[in-house]
């Protein structure tokens, strides 16, 4: 099976080799009308909490922003894909990012980047240039960030929050598919996924499988061939539960996962989202105690701390599940927990964090039995995390 569908193995870097394979940019040929089209009857969706339809937001005339936000600093697990995305084939980000502002008439663009991204920070870069000298930005404004830069000026953090209530915020997968439909159009597009839903999906996969990486796959394929192409599983132990969409769904047990397939229908029906396209495997013999405690780690380094369900709540979270891990624990700690995971699902202002919040309930719930045991024995079922 190939590693990617749409996206090729080979980089795409230079003005030249760019419009070689796709010409010019999207802004100068009259594809508009056809776009449109095509992006009705073929729904793109974005690959976020929101996972909103691309042809509603564009058309709908009630918004009223004035810049357009490119965001290549996703959280955590999404930096690979990120990088990945803007290595891979910046004049792609670029001229779908161009086509939408000229669509909306939108005369800037802003590009925000971790700061870490200093590769990919001078590859955007030669590629603004390069795209610049050719005349094919016009009078638009396109301008590069990282996140601190970005709040010095602004006073913008990139928190949960303001990522759910910007309209004109794209990550870099749903920019790059919408680039994809506009070149090949729909009477192509169509060909990739045999379901309802067309295009393909960039995969982060991890966890306990053999070969973790980036993966693209057509809609609709099934989620055990996913499996497979990653190598599978360990062999000297089971998958008891998997995570997709990040932490943002709860998790599912293996037989479940594998009668799925890669499809929004499919996904809702268990009512999740396929949003960011993460998937982490959790073997047998992994502790479920401090996987919960990871979620709630990585829930504090990414809320913005306004809402004081949040604010608390986490803490609280930490406080009772670490005395439960430290052996000074009683049943009532199990229901403390609980309770202020529930606090925080119901009373958290956005929805990424209400998210989090429901998947570490369900932790609580199905695997509520080694919860059990570390109350009663003061030590985990499984007693240490493998590195």
Not at 97 to 103: D, G, L, P, T, Y
Not at 210 to 218: T, V
Not at 300 to 320: A, M, R
């Amino acid at each position: 099976m190939k590693k990617f569908v749409l996206h090729s193995e080979n980089n795409i870097t230079d003005i030249q080799s760019y419009k070689d394979n796709f010409g010019d940019y999207l802004n100068l040929q009259r594809i508009a009308n056809s776009f449109f089209e095509d992006l009705k009857e073929y729904t793109i969706f974005k690959r976020d909490i929101t996972q909103s339809s691309i042809y509603q937001l564009l058309t709908d005339g009630n918004i009223k922003e004035d810049f357009i936000l490119i965001n290549a600093a996703s959280f955590d697990y999404l930096v690979f894909k990120d990088k990945f995305l803007l290595k891979n084939n910046p004049h792609l980000i670029l001229d779908a990012s161009v086509f939408i502002a000229k669509i909306l008439n939108i005369k800037r663009i802003d590009i925000i980047l971790k700061d870490y991204y200093l590769e990919e920070r001078d590859i955007i870069l030669k590629a603004i240039v390069e795209a610049e000298d050719s005349n094919f930005v016009n009078d638009i404004e396109i301008n590069i960030y990282d996140e601190y830069a970005y709040y010095n000026k602004y006073n913008i953090r990139l928190t949960p929050s303001f990522l759910e209530n910007k309209k004109y915020i794209f990550d870099l997968e749903t920019i790059s598919q919408i680039a994809y439909l506009a070149y090949i159009g729909g009477f192509t597009f169509k060909n990739y996924g045999n379901g309802y839903y067309k295009g393909s999906f960039i995969l982060s996969v991890t966890g306990d499988i053999m070969n973790p990486n980036l993966y693209e796959f057509e809609m609709n394929t099934p989620l055990k061939n996913i499996l497979k192409a990653s190598g599978g599983t360990v062999k000297e132990y089971s998958i008891k539960c998997v995570f997709t969409n990040g932490f943002l769904n709860p998790p599912i047990d293996f037989d479940t996962f594998q009668k799925m397939t890669l499809d929004y229908e499919c996904f809702g029906s268990y009512n999740m989202k396929i949003g960011n396209g993460g998937l982490c495997f959790i073997q047998e013999d992994r502790c479920m105690i401090r996987v919960a405690v990871k979620i709630i780690q990585f829930a504090k380094s990414v809320s913005c701390g306004k809402c004081s369900p949040c604010h608390y709540g986490f803490d609280l979270c930490e406080y009772y599940i670490n005395r439960m891990l430290l052996g000074y624990s009683s049943f009532d700690d199990y229901s403390n927990l609980k309770s202020a995971a529930e606090m925080i699902k119901i009373g958290a202002s956005c929805l990424y964090i209400r998210s989090i919040a429901d998947c570490i309930l369900a932790v609580m719930e199905m695997f509520k039995d080694e919860f059990i045991y570390l109350i009663e024995n003061k030590i985990t079922l499984y007693s240490f995390v493998k590195s």
